[in-house]
């Protein structure tokens, strides 16, 4: 299931927000992504809702390099939409587990005031897993100063095997502990068997003897007389 956040902000709102969209191929602001298999290249991009005269932004993104590598970033439409020249960085290797990406301009006469997107980030896929976006330490400057926005999160990437493929054994349920009882049955009805011919061997054994011991003391008998 994608959970979907329909952004429809206007520049007279008081709370400027800040958030992650796991696919900006689909329409709305998706907050979680399942992609199949590794080696796959994917997009995220970060989206301002609500500035008003915005001069400059810049924040840290949460990564997991155990689960997809970094391939590109570069800067979204918005900043520049009414002219002005933003001057875009990034450092994509901030610290082990997060990457910094902002950018300013001198141009305060050319500034946007509206919604739109900020960056885009490319990765790739490389291990199996889930990860949650989230971003930390953002401001965004304005021309009345600067603000720390409102942000979501965290949003939810989920690598998973391509169809056909075994899951990885963290994805995998374990079924219950199951005896089997066949082979105790087919012991039992054996031992069973074999009483059963036990007994009747006893009983005809016993027989014979009886009848043996019969006979024997008839034969005295007869000899007595």
């Known amino acids: 299931m994608v959970f979907t956040y329909l952004i429809e902000v206007s520049a007279a709102s008081d709370e400027t927000v800040v958030l992650i969209d796991m696919d900006p191929s689909i329409p709305g602001i998706?907050?979680?992504?399942?992609?199949?298999?590794?080696?796959?290249?994917?997009?995220?991009?970060?989206?301002?809702?609500?500035?008003?005269?915005?001069?400059?932004?810049?924040?840290?993104?949460?990564?997991?390099?155990?689960?997809?590598?970094?391939?590109?970033?570069?800067?979204?439409?918005?900043?520049?939409?009414?002219?002005?020249t933003f001057i875009y960085n990034s450092v994509p290797y901030y610290s082990e587990t997060t990457m910094r990406n902002g950018a300013y301009t001198a141009d305060w006469n050319l500034v946007p005031s509206g919604s739109g997107y900020l960056y885009f980030i490319e990765f790739r896929t490389?291990?199996?897993?889930?990860?949650?976006?989230?971003?930390?330490?953002?401001?965004v400057g304005t021309v009345e100063g600067e603000i720390t926005p409102l942000t979501t999160g965290p949003n939810v990437l989920r690598i998973l095997p391509a169809s056909g493929q075994s899951s990885p054994s963290f994805m995998k349920i374990k079924p219950p502990f199951r005896i089997d009882r066949?082979?105790?049955?087919?012991?039992?009805?054996?031992?069973?068997?074999?009483?059963?011919?036990?007994i009747i061997l006893i009983f005809v054994i016993y027989r014979n003897f009886s009848a043996y011991r019969i006979n024997r003391n008839r034969m005295s008998t007869k000899r007595r007389r």
């Open 126 to 139: 490389v291990n199996y897993g889930e990860h949650y976006f989230n971003l930390m330490n953002y401001r």
């Open 30 to 84: 998706q907050t979680q992504r399942d992609i199949r298999g590794l080696n796959i290249p994917f997009t995220i991009a970060v989206y301002i809702g609500d500035v008003n005269r915005m001069v400059s932004f810049g924040g840290e993104l949460i990564v997991n390099r155990n689960l997809f590598s970094y391939i590109n970033d570069y800067m979204g439409e918005f900043p520049e939409s009414l002219g002005a």
């Open 182 to 198: 066949s082979q105790d049955v087919e012991i039992d009805w054996a031992f069973s068997l074999a009483a059963l011919v036990g």
